[in-house]
């Protein structure tokens, strides 16, 4: 059950995008389409951003998007906001049907 | 709207048990799969267990296992971790969570935190 991989710090200016890896093996975002994106931001509970690799669920911005290839997922966020500055956790299940996270990056905001 | 409440924390020491509870509301509890989420301070989150809707099937992390135990009591909407044989590292804000298909977390309380220290 080890976390999958994503980059500690991320940073980009207001307007533009960025892209957030999640690297996991074969026996996780290789195996299902059942990737998840979480937003969290200081003292708060996560929020899903993204779910089923690339669905927005209702309220969440279209400027938020998800993808995955293979072993790895992406999130991208366009036209950066300062209310994006925040730490995001990408998830997956398993095929030990356990669900394991990413270890998390910080989004800086220019 | 959908609820997740969280009580039970506090401080244990080493080898100390500790039993956390989610109260649910605003869904249908007996029809939804549960998780608890871990995070740790400054640290990121770490899936703990998840139970199904009718209790029958439960999963651990390896970290856990054998050590922690998942139960609900559909009666009560209530989600349980109970927490024993504790360790410094086992020091966390504990999240329960609502499942939603496909195999994600949608609704997440606000966490109760556990601290194990002598």
């Known amino acids: 059950q080890s976390a999958l991989t994503q980059p500690a710090s991320v940073s980009g200016s207001p307007g533009q995008s960025i892209t957030i890896s999640c690297t996991g093996t074969?026996?996780?975002?290789?195996?299902?389409?059942?990737v998840s994106w979480y937003q969290q931001h200081p003292g708060k509970a996560p929020k899903v951003m993204i779910y089923g690799v690339s669905n927005r669920p209702s309220g969440v911005s279209n400027r938020f998007s998800g993808s995955k290839s293979g072993n790895t997922a992406s999130l991208t966020i366009s036209g950066l906001q300062a209310e994006d500055e925040a730490d995001y956790y990408c998830s997956s299940y398993t095929t030990s049907s356990t669900w394991v996270f990413g270890g998390g990056t910080e989004l800086t905001v220019l | 709207q959908v609820q997740l409440v969280e009580s039970g924390g506090g401080v244990v020491q080493p080898g100390g048990s500790l039993r956390l509870s989610c109260a649910a509301s605003?869904?249908?509890?007996?029809?939804?799969?549960m998780h608890w989420v871990r995070q740790a301070p400054g640290k990121g989150l770490e899936w703990v267990a998840f139970?199904?809707?009718?209790?029958?099937?439960?999963f651990y992390a390896d970290s856990v296992k054998g050590r922690f135990i998942i139960s609900r009591d559909n009666s009560k909407n209530t989600l349980y971790l109970q927490m024993n044989s504790l360790r410094p590292e086992d020091t966390a804000v504990y999240y329960c969570?609502?499942?939603?298909?496909?195999?994600?977390?949608?609704?997440w309380g606000q966490g109760t935190l556990v601290t194990v220290s002598s």
């Open positions: 969570a609502k499942i939603d298909d496909p195999y994600y977390f949608d609704y």
């Open positions: 074969s026996s996780d975002i290789g195996s299902y389409a059942y």
């Open positions: 139970i199904r809707f009718n209790g029958n099937d439960k």
């Open positions: 605003g869904f249908i509890f007996s029809t939804y799969g």
